[in-house]
C-alpha cells in the first residue's frame, strides 16, 4: 500500500500548487494529521500538513488530530461533496473545529483540469477531452442514479421483497394501534 501512496501523493501536490488560494490555506494545517480509516478495506492512510504540502503514509507513528471513518465509495465522494464529511457514512472523532475547517478546504479547491490538459496535448485537444471527461461523469453519475431506481423498482414489484409505500404505512399504523393498545393493557394491569 505505501508504494501506492508516493504517487498519490505526488499528483495531489501538484494539484494542491496549481491552486493559490488553496495554498494559502494550507498554513493553518502545518504539522496537522488526519487517520482515513476506510472501513471496507480495513485500511488507514495517515495525511501529514507539512509546509504547504501532504505527506501520505500508512505509518501510525503520529497521533491523528482528527479521525475520518468511512467506506472507500463514500470517502471518495469527499472531494464532490465537501458537505458529506458530516453526513451519517462518515464517523469523525477529533478536533471538530479542523473537520470543518477540512470541509472549508475541499469546498475551496479549484484545481483546473482543463489547463493541466492544455499544457499535456495542446489547447485544441484539450477542450474537447475535457468536455467528453466530463459527459462521461455525467454519464456514469445517471446510469448510477438510474440502475438504483430500478433495482428498487424490481425488488418492490417483481421480487416483491421490498414493500412499497403503502404497505409501510400500513405496518407503521398497525405498530401505533399495538403500542396504543399496549399502553391501555399496561395502564389496566396497574390499576388492577
Known amino acids: 500500500m505505501s508504494s501506492l501512496l508516493k504517487p498519490i501523493e505526488k499528483v495531489l501536490n501538484t494539484a494542491l500548487s496549481q491552486d493559490i488560494e488553496t495554498q494559502s490555506k494550507l498554513d493553518q494545517f502545518d504539522q496537522r ?3 482515513v480509516n476506510i472501513s471496507d478495506l480495513n485500511k488507514t492512510i495517515v495525511v501529514l500538513f ?4 501532504l505527506e501520505l503514509s500508512n505509518d ?4 491523528a488530530d482528527l479521525t475520518i471513518t468511512g467506506k472507500a465509495f463514500t470517502l471518495a465522494k469527499l472531494s464532490n461533496d465537501p458537505e458529506s464529511l458530516f453526513s ?3 464517523d469523525i472523532n477529533g478536533d ?4 470543518k475547517q477540512l470541509r472549508d478546504l475541499l469546498e475551496g479547491f479549484d484545481f483546473d483540469w482543463e489547463a493541466q490538459l492544455a499544457r499535456l496535448t495542446g489547447n485544441t485537444l484539450a477542450f474537447p477531452l475535457a468536455h467528453a471527461i466530463r459527459q462521461a461523469g455525467s454519464w456514469v453519475k445517471n446510469s448510477h442514479q438510474s440502475l438504483q431506481y430500478s433495482l428498487a423498482e424490481y425488488l418492490k414489484e417483481e421480487a416483491l421483497l421490498l414493500p412499497d409505500k403503502s404497505q409501510i404505512k400500513q405496518y407503521m399504523s ?4 399495538l403500542r396504543a393498545d399496549f399502553d391501555r393493557l399496561e395502564a389496566r394491569i396497574n390499576r388492577l
Open 33 to 35: 494529521c488526519i487517520a
Open 50 to 53: 507539512n509546509h504547504r504540502q
Open 60 to 63: 501510525s507513528q503520529y497521533t
Open 88 to 90: 451519517a457514512d462518515i
Open 96 to 99: 471538530v473545529q479542523f473537520a
Open 174 to 177: 398497525q405498530i401505533d394501534t
